[in-house]
């Protein structure tokens, strides 16, 4: 990563009083600043510039050239030396101090929350407090990283071209596709399932396959509805799905289950394997669901947490939501953890479908759920308290169960970012709301 570091420098320009007082405080602080990101981020690029004035900004932008972002300490008022810096366009975190260079910050603030720019500000007395500074460029590399990633996904082949051309029909699929892209940077790669099973499922050797269909039966608190045999297909698409993982330099793999195992051009589940791949740090996106597959990738990034794809079902009358699919990862807590929760190896929806699992998330924990509209640019957010796991054959097989305010959630449902929400444990909203403005999103709660 590169990022660009100007300071809006007291030492060019007019309309401030200079004593020599001020001018060693700014330059402590310069020095300060610059030796914090040398020493706490050997493995970003740092490139300086000073800017008194608008004019400074211009000239310091050209200068620094090509950069992933920018990290701009204000230490003068009112000169616009930021108008130049905030349309630029890049990621950028302003940080401003308070007695020196909130003025010039709070003067253009409102242009950058009604202008959708992709700029946070921040006002503070201590901005060369290291944990400060060190919270904003972690931020600022999480957005480098998003941007960095790819997902693949295994769909049709008309739906593979829906996702890379705007044919009339394909309006919802090539608005998510393109939206995705612009938003996060985010390569999407596509492949058929003849693809899919020809270049992985088809190599993946029966003893290889039960190996792992056998562990699983091992680690499973239990297994109902299924034999070793039942599960050597699911076996072979993990394994397929991880060699295309690796095949591809992928971060994610998204595949549009329901439709490609019913009409028999996939020959498993892949629910098992998604499981596994979450283990080992790959974002997993059912139903080839390419927004809720880019929530993921951000949160990965932002904050190193699995998500769980969810369909929230309200009760009224309880006040509760049950978050319903047939996977979720069992190391929701984060991916570096090996806290993992217990898992049920079951059938779901009414015992019609094999290769599920009921996971037992961990209750009495708070959690934020996430969705994108990707058209409106929002993310929609709410948060939940988790109470309880349900069993049962019901529609999908992982069911916790969260108390939320599901009188608004049915009022205020955002239709643009469809039913799925995913689940993070956690308390996230300010976070997302921070790394929202970097991507230019609104954050709805």
């Avoid at 985010?186 to 993946?204: H, R, S």
């Avoid at 394994?239 to 009409?263: F, N, P």
Wanted: aromatic letters at 10%; charged letters at 25%; a neutral charge.
């Amino acid at each position: 990563m590169k990022l660009g570091v100007i300071f809006a420098t007291p030492l060019v320009g007019g309309g401030m009083i200079l004593s020599d007082e001020f001018k060693r405080f700014y330059e402590d602080h310069v020095k300060r600043i610059k030796s914090i990101l040398e020493e706490r981020f050997p493995d970003v690029e740092f490139v300086y510039g000073e800017a008194g004035t608008a004019s400074d900004s211009i000239r310091v932008l050209r200068e620094i050239g090509g950069v992933d972002g920018y990290l701009v300490f204000v230490f003068r008022h009112l000169t616009g030396v930021l108008r130049p810096i905030i349309m630029s366009g890049r990621p950028t975190v302003i940080l401003a101090e308070t007695y020196t260079g909130s003025g010039e910050l709070m003067m253009e603030y409102r242009r950058i929350v009604e202008g959708g720019l992709r700029v946070l500000g921040r006002c503070a007395r201590k901005v060369a407090d290291p944990k400060l500074i060190e919270k904003y460029v972690k931020l600022l590399k999480a957005v480098y990283d998003i941007g960095n990633s790819k997902l693949l996904l295994v769909v049709d082949p008309v739906v593979s071209q829906y996702v890379d051309a705007s044919f009339p029909m394909a309006v919802g699929i090539y608005n998510a596709a393109a939206e995705v892209r612009s938003i996060f940077g985010i390569e999407t790669i596509t492949i058929t399932p003849k693809e899919f099973n020809e270049m992985f499922y088809e190599k993946v050797s029966e003893e290889e396959a039960r190996n792992v269909a056998r562990r699983w039966m091992k680690e499973a608190r239990s297994v109902v509805g299924h034999e070793e045999s039942d599960l050597i297909g699911d076996a072979k698409m993990y394994l397929a799905m991880r060699r295309a993982v690796e095949h591809y330099g992928v971060d994610g793999i998204a595949v549009d289950c329901w439709t490609l195992y019913s009409s028999g051009m996939i020959k498993a589940w892949p629910c098992l394997g998604f499981m596994e791949l979450s283990k080992e740090g790959v974002v997993c996106g059912c139903e080839a669901d390419l927004t809720s597959s880019a929530i993921m990738i951000l949160m990965k990034h932002l904050a190193g947490l699995p998500g769980f794809i969810t369909d929230p079902s309200i009760d009224e009358v309880s006040g509760e939501v049950v978050y319903y699919h047939c996977f979720s990862p069992i190391n929701m807590l984060g991916y570096d953890s090996k806290k993992y929760s217990p898992y049920v190896i079951t059938t779901a929806h009414w015992g019609g479908k094999k290769g599920s699992i009921y996971v037992e998330l961990p209750s009495g924990r708070k959690v934020t759920l996430v969705g994108l509209n990707a058209v409106d640019r929002c993310l929609v957010v709410h948060e939940a308290e988790i109470v309880g796991n349900e069993y049962d054959e019901k529609e999908c097989s992982t069911k916790p169960v969260g108390r939320a305010k599901v009188g608004n959630l049915l009022r205020n449902w955002d239709w643009k970012a469809g039913w799925h929400r995913v689940m993070f444990y956690g308390e996230w909203k300010e976070a997302l709301r921070e790394i929202g403005a970097l991507l230019g999103l609104r954050v709805v709660m």
